[in-house]
């Protein structure tokens, strides 16, 4: 009987040996556990560190963010540009503004067609006459403002469009200015 208590007790010492190891790798997993997340915190802690000093440091180098390069409309991107035939047998047009106080405008430009066009040059050089009287009559229909050097895109863009609906099978695809000065009476 005393090899069955005996047995008993090593039997639940090995039992109890089991649960208790299983319990000792829970209590150390769980003790663990806390160091774990201490350790994850300080890393995260210390990333977002280093991202704030980087961000302030670039942002200091830089100027605050402002962009050092300063990219204008001269500047733009436009690959290769077209190129055009040129019409320059247009003479000298003078016209007068419409202002209260007429301005004296001396216009002398050049219109680009498509290259190689033969029937647009065909029809420029036809219709010369027209051309000059069509663009007297649009100078003297615009005030000295509207001639100013910083609206001159916009003047050509709207002779342009001004001038293909009078034109048959020629377009205007371009206007160069030789001259382009006003002048008050």
């Known amino acids: 009987m005393a090899n069955d208590a005996d047995d ?3 039997l639940g010492d090995e039992e109890g040996g089991e649960a208790g190891s299983k319990k000792k790798k829970a209590n150390v997993l769980a003790a663990l556990f806390p ?16 991202v704030t000093i980087s961000v302030i440091t670039f942002n200091i180098l830089n100027k605050g963010g402002k ?3 300063v990219v204008s409309d001269d500047d733009a991107y436009v690959g290769t540009r077209p190129q055009y035939s040129m019409f320059s047998a247009l003479p000298v047009i003078r016209s007068m503004t419409k202002d209260p106080s007429p301005y004296s405008v001396v216009v ?37 403002a ?4 910083d609206k001159e895109e916009q003047l050509k ?6 001038l293909n609906r009078r034109l048959n099978t020629a377009k205007v695809r371009a206007i160069f200015f030789k001259q382009l000065s006003t002048m008050e009476m």
Do not use: C, H, M, W
């Not at 050049?110 to 010369?128: C, K, Q």
């Not at 863009?157 to 001004?162: A, M, S």
């Open 108 to 144: 002398e430009l050049v219109l680009g067609y498509d290259l190689n066009n033969a029937t647009a040059a065909t029809e420029l050089t036809s219709r010369l006459v027209e051309l000059q009287d069509f663009i007297r009559n649009y100078f003297s229909s615009k005030y000295n």
């Open 35 to 50: 160091n774990l997340l201490k350790v994850v915190a300080i890393g995260l802690a210390l990333l977002i560190l280093i």
């Open 146 to 149: 509207d001639l100013q050097p």
């Open 8 to 10: 008993k007790i090593e």
């Open 157 to 162: 863009q709207d002779l342009i469009e001004k």
């Open 67 to 69: 962009s050092q390069t």
